[in-house]
């Protein structure tokens, strides 16, 4: 064995531990652009509970109102790469139809709700499902979930995974090594996009979102 594949295998572990995560918006503050009744605050949707059924407690729910949102702050800078939502389970799942997913840096206010980058548009879902949105990363504290017009929203739960941002540890990892010369290196890099199913879920693409990805203004990928 050669001297760069034991440096490769000494070095990947230690990768994949710095930027692999779980859900990070489990407990987190969340808020929302209003709340409809006491129980249906917007932390509902990260306590840890996919129970569907409204009058659980256990799902957010707004007003009627114009551009209805809910947005988690993650406390600190993630490349976020995928989203998981449990939709309403006893009625109404048609209220979450053509709902954003936006990941960024900007807190998000009422009249304000477009500043974030797009990731994804959930063009609809069945009732009381769970459902996984992938995309390519998106840089940011925030995930907002913000409905284009009017209406009500209601989320059961709101699961965010990503890579942590630590190019420092990268770097200084791969210094003095040569990595990107070793024939084995292709098979070893990640993949740009993560998909993962679980059971009882499933898993959508955003194949129908990302050809316009490069007009969102401002909206490089990260
Ligand atoms: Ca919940």
Known sequence: MDMPVIVLLTLLPGL????LTGNLALGQNAVQSSTFEDH???GKATDGN???VYKKFSCTHTTYEQNPWWSVDLKHVYKVTKVTITNHGDCCEER???AQIRVGNNRISNGNINQNQLAEVILSMPLEATETYTFRPIGGQYVDIVLPWQGILTLCEVEVFAKKEDKGSKRNLALGTTLSSHPHMKTMQQPKRLQMV???QSTRSSHALTPNMSKIPGGEWT
């Open 198 to 200: 679980t059971k009882n």
């Open 16 to 19: 994949c531990v710095a930027n």
């Open 40 to 42: 249906a605050t917007a």
């Open 50 to 52: 996919k129970e569907s």
């Open 96 to 98: 979450i139809n053509d």
